[in-house]
Every structure is written in C-alpha cells, then in structure tokens.
C-alpha cells in the first residue's frame, strides 16, 4: 500500500511532541514525512528538515509559504501534522483544511474558545478531515474498557474517578517545554487544566461514552508567581445522572504521568493506569477481581483490533498515537473511497470543541469560587 505523504508545521530541533508524531507515523508504516515548516526561525527550520531527510524545495520558513507550495504540487501532502504550542494551532489548521488538506492536530484544539470555533468552522467548511491526537485513546485496554461498557457489562454507571498527576512543574523552571505551558499568551488561560486536564477528561468521557453536563472546579497556582493553574480539582455531572471527579496536577510530588480512570456500575468496575497500560482490573459484583491483559485472555475484538504483538510485551505510548495516525490513514483512504472505516474512533474536532468548553468552564468555576456551571 502506498504511503501517505505528511508534512508538519513545527516540531523542529529541541521540539519533543514533534518527535513523538513522527515515530507514530512510522509504527505502521502508513505515512511518509515529505515536507515541513518546522520552526518560526528560518535557519532552524531548514536545519531541521535537512536533518530528517525532507528535500530542501519542501523544507519550507512558514506555514503559509507551505499552504501556498503545497496546493500547487500534483505530489502535495495528504495531510499535515500540528505540533506547534497551543497559541499556533488556529492559523496553520484553518489555513490548510481551507486548501482541502486533512489535519492532525495535537490536543488541546486551541488556546482560545473564539480560535476553537474558527478551526471549527473551517473544518464543517472543508471536504478535509480533522483529527485530533488524544493519544491515550488509541491503546487497546482503553478500547476494550470503551467495548465493554457499550456493552453492558459493568451496568448504568454511577461514578467515575479519573485523575493525570505530574510533578515536573513543582518548582518554577525554565526550558522550552514549560515555557509555553506557563505562559497564558501562549498555552490559554488554562495551564494544568489545558494540558494534561483536558486528556484525563476526554479519557472519562470516550470510555464511558457520558456527556459531562456541569462541573463545579477549584483552580490553584501553588508555585509564586505562576500566572496559570498547576492543580485542578473537578466535580463533575454527567448526563444521566453519574457523578465523576477529576484531579489533574503538575505539582505532585512522586508522580511521573500517572493518569488513572476507574468506572464503577450497578453491575461492576474497572481500574486502568497508564503506567501499567497492558493490565486492567474488571470486577463484577459479588465475585474476585479479574486482571485482564493487553489481548491476553478475555480480550474483545475492539481490544485486539489495534494490538500489534503478543500478551506480555508491553505496549504503550507511541503505539497509543501510531494506532490514531494508522485509523487517520484508513480513514483519509477510505474517504476517498467512498467506504466508511469500520471501528474506528479516532478524536476529531468535536472533541476538540468539548475539551475547550470544558476548559473555560473550569476557569469560570474556579473564579466563582467553585460555583457549579454548565457546559
């Protein structure tokens, strides 16, 4: 199968979630880098188009010269990876769905509610396809957890718990990676809440399959002087009548990336670290807690259908992004087809949406001291 040409809009030397997109591209080989505007500094971004092999005629200084060149070429790019702060996620996206070029774009959607409905509108506007790379969706225990809630098998839920704990912010720091996750005119009002607040409540809802109606949020910049959220705690209502609660912080000592979801049913629960992604706990009421495996036994075929080697080697991270890009892939393939892709549940900009509504609610709660707003 040919492989679909990619291009990306930062990323450059000393980017990590650039890196990241690209080895996710590569797992299943479905996609082939060819062009970039890969840093707003000229040189860097030639530097670092030369150093991954991107011809110089596509190694582009701006993504608008890449829009403009790249409409023009019969050998164009499929689609296009976002991977720029937050800040640089509207102008690029809405720019290349307007040229008919599909979008993957790295999450939270935007910076701002008003910049989240223009990328909106231009991509209800465009025959593109916008994608939105909530990574932690693609791995396969998630989609079986999803699978078998669907199905029934924990009951009506009642309470979700999900929480995303870090500690890398805890003290004030400078270096490229907080620099624009603590600067609101770059990352948004929203800090911790934007970054990793938005990925533990996406999880909660894609798993659960709930709409979150209301939430009531206290919001903390425990470091002096910070001038976004580092702590989040989150009351939240779902449609329905399940209640959850959310804590996301980068100021928890002793944690790495410890995202956690536990759902509990009239019938049953189940428990899922992302630090131990390849093993989940399913309890059904009145009997022994089961330890299902990464498509060990007792797998679902929405559990297997993105694994890629057998139980006990474990998967993870960058196999949770390959498993989006490879269903983009299918997707933009089938699109062109005609043929909808069966199975997938890629995020795309509805979810984006939701994510920035829940942001703004969350700062809105905080500043009437945890007030309950709806959203």
């Known amino acids: 199968m040919t492989r679909l040409r990619l291009g990306m809009v930062g990323g450059g030397q000393g980017a990590f979630i650039g890196a990241v997109h690209r080895i996710a591209a590569r797992i299943d080989d479905q996609w082939e880098l060819v062009a970039g505007a890969l840093s707003s500094d000229p040189d ?111 009951g009506d839920i009642r309470v979700v718990q999900v929480e995303y704990a ?111 992604p390849n093993v989940m706990h399913f309890t059904r009421f009145g009997e022994p807690k089961q330890i299902l495996t990464r498509a060990g036994a007792g797998s679902t075929a929405a559990g297997q259908r993105n694994t890629r080697i057998p139980p006990g080697h474990p998967e993870g991270y960058l196999e949770g992004f390959a498993t989006l890009y490879t269903e983009a892939a299918n997707i933009i393939r089938n699109d062109q087809s005609g043929t909808p892709e069966a199975g997938a549940h890629t995020p795309g900009i509805e979810d984006g949406l939701k994510g920035m509504r829940f942001i703004s609610a969350c700062i809105e709660s905080s500043r009437k001291d945890a007030a309950w707003v709806s959203f």
């Open 44 to 154: 860097r971004s030639r530097a670092s188009a030369a150093e991954l092999g991107i011809a110089p005629d596509r190694a582009y200084v701006s993504f608008e010269e890449m829009v403009r060149l790249e409409s023009g070429r019969a050998d164009r790019i499929d689609a296009v990876a976002i991977v720029t702060p937050n800040h640089m996620h509207a102008a690029p996206a809405i720019a290349f769905l307007n040229a008919g070029i599909h979008v993957i774009c790295d999450k939270p959607l935007a910076s701002t509610a008003q910049e989240a409905e223009a990328i909106a509108q231009a991509a209800h506007a465009s025959a593109a396809q916008f994608f939105l790379t909530h990574n932690y969706t693609g791995y396969p225990l998630i989609r079986q957890a999803r699978d078998m809630i669907a199905s029934g098998d924990l």
């Open 166 to 276: 870090q500690d890398w912010l805890t003290e004030e720091i400078s270096n490229k990676q907080a620099d624009w996750r603590t600067d609101p005119s770059k990352s948004g009002a929203g800090g911790c809440v934007g970054d990793i607040g938005t990925h533990a409540f996406h999880l909660a809802s894609y798993v659960t399959g709930l709409n979150a109606s209301s939430l009531a949020a206290d919001l903390d910049a425990f470091v002096p002087g910070r001038l976004v959220d580092d702590n989040v705690h989150v009351l939240l209502r779902f449609e329905g009548g399940a209640k959850g609660m959310l804590w996301a912080s980068q100021v928890a000592v002793g944690n790495e990336n410890a995202l956690r979801l536990r759902v509990h049913g009239t019938k049953g629960g189940l428990e899922w670290e992302q630090e131990n």
